[in-house]
T-cell receptor
Framework: AQTVTQSQPEMSVQEAETVTLSCTYD???????LFWYKQPPSRQMILVIR??????QNATENRFSVNFQKAAKSFSLKISDSQLGDTAMYFC?????????????FGKGTHLIIQP | DVKVTQSSRYLVKRTGEKVFLECVQD?????MFWYRQDPGLGLRLIYF???????EKGDIPEGYSVSREKKERFSLILESASTNQTSMYLC??????????????FGEGSWLTVV
């Protein structure tokens, strides 16, 4: 079984600052996918970024990037130039390769607050 | 765009009632999921289904059952609701297989309060 750990229940930064959210995971799988999801107050889960474990290059989506360290089983999310709209719960998630039929395993989440 | 629709956003039910939470997806996805979300616990998988009439237990199936009679619809059933099932329930779907396709799409959630 997989486990995902987010050690920061809540973080608060000033607008325009850079913030890094931590995530570690445990698995015996070699091929898998890692995700960061954002959940704003509307509760709609929004995919922020995705990383395939076989890719060494870290994924980037505009202001969002990851630091994927496979050997250390670490998958942190960096948000640059943070904006008020980034305020949300952020969940790190793991999916085994092979079709995803058994879904995602989530961490407990980090509540990120961007202060004006 | 993929759309996952949960028909009831807010429900209040009495202890002991039978509760149905319905979820419909419009993208012909093979896989469907029910998660429960509680503060400080994240999302936990209740049941999933990878095909019509197929179902598998997730991490917390106790007190729940599911039904998947049609590919697009996945129902979560609380046979006898209890107050500890007060929570937000999220439905999700995903296509089967493929590197590019391994992404799950979520509904907007159903808030259930059991009194």
């Amino acid at each position: 079984a997989q486990t995902v750990t987010q050690s920061q229940p809540e973080m608060s930064v000033q607008e325009a600052e850079t913030v890094t959210l931590s995530c570690t995971y445990d698995t015996s799988e070699n091929n898998y996918y890692l995700f960061w999801y954002k959940q704003p107050p509307s509760r709609q889960m929004i995919l922020v970024i995705r990383q395939e474990a076989y890719k060494q290059q870290n994924a980037t989506e505009n202001r969002f990037s990851v630091n994927f360290q496979k050997a250390a089983k670490s998958f942190s999310l960096k948000i640059s130039d943070s904006q008020l709209g980034d305020t949300a719960m952020y969940f790190c998630a793991f999916m085994r390769s092979g079709g995803g039929a058994d879904g995602l395993t989530f961490g407990k989440g980090t509540h990120l607050i961007i202060q004006p | 765009d993929v759309k996952v629709t949960q028909s009831s956003r807010y429900l209040v039910k009495r202890t002991g009632e039978k509760v149905f939470l319905e979820c419909v997806q419009d993208m012909d996805h093979e896989n469907m999921f029910w998660y429960r979300q509680d503060p400080g616990l994240g999302l936990r998988l209740i049941y999933f289904s990878y095909d019509v009439k197929m179902k598998e237990k997730g991490d917390i199936p106790e007190g729940y059952s599911v039904s998947r009679e049609k590919k697009e619809r996945f129902s979560l059933i609380l046979e006898s609701a209890s107050t500890n099932q007060t929570s937000m329930y999220l439905c999700a779907s995903s296509p089967r297989g493929g590197v590019v396709l391994n992404t799950i799409y979520f509904g907007e959630g159903s808030w259930l309060t059991v009194v």
